[in-house]
């Protein structure tokens, strides 16, 4: 498995809600409570928004929150800001290759 | 606090050896639990996560890529040094360094604080 699987787009009005998913494999997602997920704007490097499946560092919105159900993960935004506007990345341990990425996902803010 | 940069060449010719250089601040790399790895991201595509060195000296590589990787730090000039042979055009990418998130835990690659990438052209 080369990458995880995320659509390719979501998108949403101001103060909605989103999900975006993740899924994966029993050597990953499914077998680890090891699952990040990025915010990338556009020319900018990626920045953290959730460790260990639910996670939050210090300094992330309460308005990003992430859960996961067997094989995939999500990622759930609510009250949806301009400033969510960007590609979103999951990540996890994997017994195979150590670290995978998800393919990515464009989230548009209506 | 922590910052990250990557130098290096920019373009590269085909199957010539790329070294990338990561100078970091903030942090040390002979505290226990701390990392540093190397993502790339070829235009327009996703993340790719190519190693990590730890602060023992212990190192992890893509199972992909792993033949072609080397990762070495220099710990005194709080530098990670990225060697990789043989680059092709599909290795075209912008190179990240970033600093993996402390951790006890083997299974935790989080990173935390990223260098703004350097782009890497490999042309003829």
């Known amino acids: 498995q080369s990458a995880l699987t995320q659509p390719a787009s979501v998108s949403g009005s101001p103060g909605q809600s989103i999900t975006i998913s993740c899924t994966g494999t029993?050597?990953?997602?499914?077998?680890?409570?090891?699952v990040s997920w990025y915010q990338q704007h556009p020319g900018k490097a990626p920045k953290l928004m959730i460790y260990d499946v639910t996670n939050r560092p210090s300094g992330v919105s309460n308005r990003f929150s992430g859960s996961k159900s067997g094989n995939t993960a999500s990622l759930a935004i609510s009250g949806l800001q301009a400033e969510d506007e960007a590609d979103y990345y999951c990540?996890?341990?994997?017994?195979?290759?150590?670290?995978?990425f998800g393919g990515g996902t464009k989230l548009t803010v209506l | 606090q922590i910052t990250l940069k990557e130098s290096g060449p920019t373009l590269v010719k085909p199957t010539q050896t790329l070294t990338l250089t990561c100078t970091f601040s903030?942090?040390?790399?002979?505290?226990?639990?701390?990392?540093v790895g190397w993502i790339r991201q070829p235009p327009g595509k996703a993340l790719e996560w190519l190693g990590l060195i730890y602060w023992d000296d212990n190192k992890r590589y893509s199972r992909s890529l792993k033949s072609r990787l080397t990762i070495t730090k220099d710990t005194s000039k709080s530098q990670v040094v990225l060697t990789m042979t043989n680059m092709g055009p599909v290795d075209t990418a912008t190179y990240y360094c970033?600093?993996?998130?402390?951790?006890?835990?083997?299974?935790?690659?989080?990173?935390?604080?990223w260098g703004q990438g350097t782009l890497v052209t490999v042309s003829s």
């Open positions: 029993s050597t990953d997602v499914g077998g680890y409570n090891y």
């Open positions: 903030g942090f040390s790399l002979s505290t226990s639990e701390v990392g």
């Open positions: 970033a600093h993996r998130r402390p951790d006890s835990s083997w299974f935790r690659y989080y990173f935390d604080y």
């Open positions: 990540s996890s341990y994997s017994s195979s290759i150590t670290v995978i």
